[in-house]
């Protein structure tokens, strides 16, 4: 995979995404070692503080283990340890990345079915909003998401329809009742 210098997202993040990837495809197997710090570099054209910073996270991930002297190698499935580490808040994360927006793709009114009734805490049938929409990371997309939300917790603002774009960090605003300024049409 070719790095993209211009992304968003960091060059370190972009080679530990790509080594993931490529563990998981057990294009390295379990207990075989990864390619030296120096052979990364290479292969990626990114500098030895980079390649480091991507080992790093493999490593706080359980993905890899060093042992020094000898090199980087894969854990056995079984040896993986999946903890997520959170610091600071999403209000850090947004300073620090690109617009993280939510493109609003299907809005429609429905009746609450069992399951999004439980989890809105209201009766079956209630007249619920359903929401889809797609989660971007600059001109990436990041990922879709469906919301169900009942009026009388979540009232969505009736202007907004298809299309509409809205910051992530104002999309509670936007799914209650505060205003959100810009958001528009794509």
Request: hydrophobic share 40%; charged share 20%.
């Amino acid at each position: 995979m070719k790095l993209k210098p211009a992304s968003p997202l960091p060059l370190y993040y972009q080679l530990e995404q790509d080594l993931r990837a490529r563990i998981r495809a057990h294009e390295f197997a379990a207990g075989a070692p990864l390619p030296t710090e120096q052979r990364l570099c290479e292969t990626y054209g990114v500098s030895r503080i980079t390649v480091r910073h991507a080992l790093d996270a493999l490593l706080t991930s359980g993905l890899i283990a060093r042992r020094q002297g000898v090199g980087t190698f894969v854990n056995a499935p079984g040896e993986t340890v999946k903890s997520l580490k959170l610091i600071g808040s999403l209000d850090d994360l947004a300073s620090y990345s690109a617009p993280l927006t939510h493109r609003i793709l299907t809005k429609e009114a429905i009746s609450a079915p069992p399951a999004v009734a439980e989890a809105l805490d209201v009766p079956i049938g209630t007249p619920v909003t359903r929401l889809e929409a797609a989660v971007s990371l600059g001109d990436f997309d990041a990922s879709n998401e469906v919301a169900g939300l009942s009026g009388a917790s979540f009232p969505v603002r009736p202007d907004l329809g298809c299309g509409h774009v809205v910051p992530v960090r104002a999309s509670l605003g936007c799914f209650g009742q505060a205003q959100i300024e810009g958001a528009g049409h794509d």
